[in-house]
């Protein structure tokens, strides 16, 4: 299984809302990634969980909370956004990087969040 | 810090003919590089990556990348595009031992008849 899933692939909330965007992998991958992306714009960076820990964290807002379960599961937390919180959010895994090689990262499909 | 260049925005090609989207880089030691496709409303798909070794990388679905360290770029080719080509297409950059890559702008692939 060389697939990372996500869910839902729409969201659409209020600025009020708690929701949460859900990831899966089953690669046994160690590294467990959040970006955003804009349209017309490359992803970025938002967290990084290596073994399960948060080893990065891009100075994202305190609206969006991260939570690794377990190995395999990674989510997204979201309170009180703002409309221009809406964008594409990826997930993606990898291989914990080794101290020499950083790991290539596999992408999910993505949920499309849009906040009114 | 690293950064990472695509200077073409958006390139147009006639179905079968060649293919090349340029990516230079800049990083102070040996560069680790990838490239993605996407396309419309999807997630990013890995293309190929450069560690180490033969310069010339083969890659899926027909494309190869070749590292050029004295011109600090990483192509991406194909001798024949398909019109299933047409997608976004992100050259990256990964320091060694670092999870974070750091994407170019971006190069808009469309394929015309």
Known sequence: ?116 | AQSVTQPDIHITVSEGASLELRCNYSYGATPYLFWYVQSPGQGLQLLLKYFSGDTLVQGIKGFEAEFKRSQSSFNLRKPSVHWSDAAEYFCAVGAGGNEKLTFGTGTRLTIIP
């Open chain 1, 1 to 116: 299984d060389t697939e990372v899933t996500q869910t839902p692939k729409h969201l659409v909330m209020g600025m009020t809302n708690k929701k949460s965007l859900k990831c899966e992998q089953h690669m046994g991958h160690r590294a467990m990634y959040w970006y955003k992306q804009k349209a017309k714009k490359p992803p970025e960076l938002m967290f990084v969980y290596s073994y399960e820990k948060l080893s990065i964290n891009e100075s994202v807002p305190s609206r969006f909370s991260p939570e690794c379960p377990n190995s395999s599961l990674l989510n997204l937390h979201l309170h009180a956004l703002q409309p221009e919180d809406s964008a594409l959010y990826l997930c993606a895994s990898s291989q914990v990087a080794s101290g020499t090689l950083p790991p290539g990262q596999y992408f999910g499909p993505g949920t499309r969040l849009t906040v009114l």
